[in-house]
């Protein structure tokens, strides 16, 4: 396989995790804000993964992450009270922790607003 075509496979796989994510996201949001600490991180990927400024291996990072996230069924079902998220938290962790430099003071301004319905205080 060419590097040509590996770039292609890898375009169109984040093209798919970010039809997922979009159509996937808010619906667990719902189902979940009350009960996860870390969905202001959660949302601040979400913003990051979406804005077309965004390098596309960042966008991979994330939206991977996020696509874990939504995914109904992953390494600890998330039906279990409390212990059913902690892969799902150890998904964005590990994501923020690779690419958390590329989230901008606008992605979190654009996470608390969604959330809180205010700017973010830096």
Do not use: W
Not at 52 to 79: E, M
Request: glycine share 8%; aromatic share 12%.
């Amino acid at each position: 396989m060419t590097d040509q075509n590996n770039g292609d496979t890898q375009k169109e796989k984040i093209n798919e995790d970010e039809q997922y994510v979009k159509k996937n996201f808010a619906e667990k949001l719902k189902e979940f804000a009350g009960k996860i600490p870390f969905v202001f991180d959660a949302v601040c990927l979400y913003y990051c993964a979406m804005d077309s400024r965004t390098p596309l291996i960042v966008k991979g990072v994330a939206l991977g992450a996020l696509a874990y996230f939504v995914l109904p069924t992953d390494l600890v079902p998330d039906i279990l009270p409390f212990v059913g998220l902690i892969d799902d938290a150890g998904a964005i962790a590990a994501a923020l922790g690779t690419i958390g430099s590329q989230i901008t003071k606008e992605h979190r301004n654009q996470a608390s607003e969604f959330l809180y319905g205010k700017p973010y205080e830096f």
